[in-house]
């Protein structure tokens, strides 16, 4: 499952997705212009605390920095190389705010929540002919199917490695992409059955 | 201006041809003529939903790429509980397809809720619900909840009042618990019972379902049969398995894209069974397959 969202009914759930979305991009907007590392080390207690409001489960959700720290470090190492340690700290206590206050956003926002926020951008397609409706519907499809994609491509590595006893091969590449044509051929079928991506009420 | 425009008309021709293009594409001058219309909106409904039979079929057949998939089938719909049998290849699945209007007939007539088959087809997924084989490939959305409520928007209720009714719908099938959870995390079962409800939801006439027990167990599979034949709407049935059609009231037999026999259930049942019996004796090696 790769949808970010989790479950729940706290106050950060309740809170309009526009709204959170807008407080994320002011604060960026704030903090870009600070430098000093104790105005970061006290926003970062805010959102952890933020985080810590959701329970044991949001809590959780930090592991998020397990996966970044490899490129923080590098890049604190890198900015200690040149002998501007003060500055890597600061950014890299910035990218570390920023992402842990977007993540919290993501977590506590359900995705049509977050789609309908962002509809408005995608308003000025209308004047194309493209509905907003539609890169709606495309981001919910690919938030569906990307594990099932991962799933289907696990069933064509076993039986690759039950016939030939290796376990990875370029040679999966064309029957993937085949089978993911036909997958999507067959929820096209699917969708134009409960009335297609504009709808019966037009 | 010369003699020819760029089209290649003669000048004398010119205003003959410019109004015999006018008279094919818009046929009403009072119409703004070069503006596209809008698409089916204020359209009027072409289908009967109380329409007795619901579907009327006389000689359609269905070719797709030069292959014979149906052929010169006349039949009419209106039992509660229909089944269909057939072997593989037999056109089962192209023939209820074109229920729903997934499957446009390229011969005869079919009429659907009273209304021809082709003018129909927008209309068609309000009162005929499909549910697939493969459960997979239906729900498209990532929570249950959304799923469900996808319906309700696509009838053109609003995000928070389908996400509700969506809820309580779930509540009243027993089955709330699921709201939430991610689509790919559920069992086989409660992936083909949310696609059934997804389409319920909606509240169609009729609900014609493509071999919905394939994936699932044994008991799981009488779960949701008892499910289906407890339900109000009209079904149509396709199955491999026959004694799924326990209790229904009419069963059509699909070879080769023709219709091999209709009737009562344990009539056609027995014919079918011997059928296989004697395919099996003729042709007992697999070059029969």
Known sequence: MISLYLQGDSWAHRLRAGWKLLAVALASLVLFQVVSVWAYLASLAAVILCYASLGREGLAQLKLLRSLSFVLVLLLALHWLSGTLNDGVVIVLRLVVMILAANFVSITTRLDDMLEAVQPLFRPLGVLGVSPRKPALGVALVLRFAPHMLLVYGLLREAWQARTGSRNSWRLLAPFAIQSLRMSDNVAEALKARGGSEGLSR | ?289
């Open chain 2, 1 to 289: 201006m010369s003699r020819f425009d760029m089209f290649g008309i003669p000048a004398d021709k010119r205003q003959n041809a410019k109004d015999r293009v006018m008279a094919t594409c818009h046929p009403r001058r009072g119409d703004m003529a070069f503006w596209p219309k809008k698409k089916n909106r204020d359209r009027p409904q072409v289908c009967n939903p109380e329409a007795s039979p619901y579907a009327v079929f006389d000689r359609v057949g269905l070719e797709i790429g030069g292959k014979t998939i149906l052929e010169d089938l006349t039949l009419s719909l209106d039992e509660a509980r229909i089944g269909v049998v057939g072997l593989n290849g037999s056109g089962k699945s192209s023939f209820v397809r074109m229920l729903n209007g997934l499957r446009a007939p390229t011969g005869g007539t079919l009429t659907l809720y009273g209304a021809p088959a082709a003018e129909a087809e927008l209309e068609l997924p309000r009162h005929v619900g499909f549910v697939f084989q493969n459960p997979d490939h239906q729900a498209i959305f990532p929570t249950v909840e959304e799923e469900i409520a996808f319906g309700l928007t696509q009838l053109g209720a609003s995000k928070d009042d389908s996400r509700s009714r969506a809820r309580s719908f779930l509540a009243l099938h027993g089955v709330e618990a699921l709201a939430g959870k991610p689509v790919t995390e559920l069992s086989e079962g409660q992936k083909q019972l949310v696609c059934i409800l997804a389409v319920l939801v909606m509240e169609p006439k009729l609900l014609v379902l493509d071999e919905p027990m394939t994936s699932l167990d044994t008991l799981v599979t009488r779960r949701i049969r008892d499910k289906i034949l407890s339900l109000p709407q009209k079904i149509v049935m396709v199955s491999h398995d026959l004694e799924h059609f326990d209790g229904f009231d009419r069963l059509i037999w699909l070879e080769d894209g023709r219709l091999r026999m209709d009737g009562e259930p344990d009539a056609v049942r027995a014919a079918y069974r011997q059928d296989i019996d004697l395919r099996l004796g003729r042709n007992p090696e697999f070059a029969g397959l």
